[in-house]
């Protein structure tokens, strides 16, 4: 079982930036895929960004492509999200995720494991 756990979130104006860190209880956090995703007030809950086993390969959505930067430390057991030029519709829960294999990345519904998430309020 693994554990993660979010923390960083909060409140900034538009155009701000938010740091998430998400910490893992597994020591071998490096045999995980993780995710971050992300839920907003009355949508489904979309993929954000992803980034394999070793940091070498990383995906993004569209819409925080060149503004969200995910990263790995696996020998601190952690995942960060780095959101930069936040926008009013960045405001969501965000959660980390992991996963065991490298496909489907994309689909909320192929993550093994979940944070509790973060609340990330954006203000115009």
């Known amino acids: 079982q693994v554990q993660l756990v979010e923390s960083g979130g909060g409140l900034v104006q538009a155009g701000g930036s938010l740091r998430l860190s998400c910490a893992a209880s597994?020591?071998?956090?490096?045999?995980?895929?993780m995710g971050w995703l992300r839920q907003a007030p009355g949508k489904e809950r979309e993929f954000v960004a992803v980034?394999?086993?070793?940091?070498?390969?990383?995906y993004y959505a569209d819409s925080v492509k060149g503004r969200f930067t995910i990263s790995r430390d696996n020998a601190k057991n952690t995942v960060y999200l780095q959101m930069n030029s936040l926008k009013p519709e960045d405001t969501a829960v965000y959660y980390c995720?992991?996963?065991?294999?490298?496909?489907?990345?994309?689909?909320?519904?192929?993550?093994?494991?979940w944070g509790q998430g973060a609340q990330v309020t954006v203000s115009s």
């Open positions: 995720a992991a996963k065991g294999d490298g496909t489907n990345w994309r689909n909320p519904n192929n993550y093994v494991y």
């Open positions: 597994e020591r071998t956090l490096s045999r995980f895929v």
């Open positions: 980034i394999m086993w070793s940091g070498g390969i990383i």
